[in-house]
Nanobody
Framework: QVQLAESGGGLVQPGGSLRLSCAASGRIFRINAMGWYRQAPGKQRELVAT???????NYADSVEGRFTISRDNAKNTVYLQINNLEPEDTAVYYC??????????????WGQGTQVTVSS
């Protein structure tokens, strides 16, 4: 199994910044992609940003230019730098990792989530 441990959430004022981290551990042979999703109260979980092992990135339109995803492959860790936070960014942020535990056993793991609250 592969476990994901998130950190870095909290309460921040509009216009502020946060950096989320997510470290993967366990039976990891290769991680193909890591990403961040979020779920606001009463809404469905939505994609925020993803990154592949090759460095390709993808962002939701609503966060483009304000959020930056990065990855340390050696540490199996993904980061999300969040700038110019808006109240609409308030949500539980979840980390996701997709890869292989060996040559044939695939995993698709989720973290427990970290709360981000934007309020004055």
């Amino acid at each position: 199994q592969v476990q994901l441990a998130e950190s870095g959430g909290g309460l921040v004022q509009p216009g502020g910044s946060l950096r989320l981290s997510c470290a993967a551990s366990g039976r990891i042979f290769r991680i193909n992609a890591m990403g961040w999703y979020r779920q606001a109260p009463g809404k469905q979980r939505e994609l925020v940003a993803t990154t592949t092992s090759g460095g390709s990135t993808n962002y939701a339109d609503s966060v483009e230019g304000r959020f930056t995803i990065s990855r340390d492959n050696a540490k199996n860790t993904v980061y999300l730098q969040i700038n110019n936070l808006e109240p609409e960014d308030t949500a539980v942020y979840y980390c996701n990792a997709v890869g292989y535990s060996n040559l044939v056993l695939r995993f698709d793991s989720w973290g427990q989530g970290t709360q981000v609250t934007v309020s004055s």
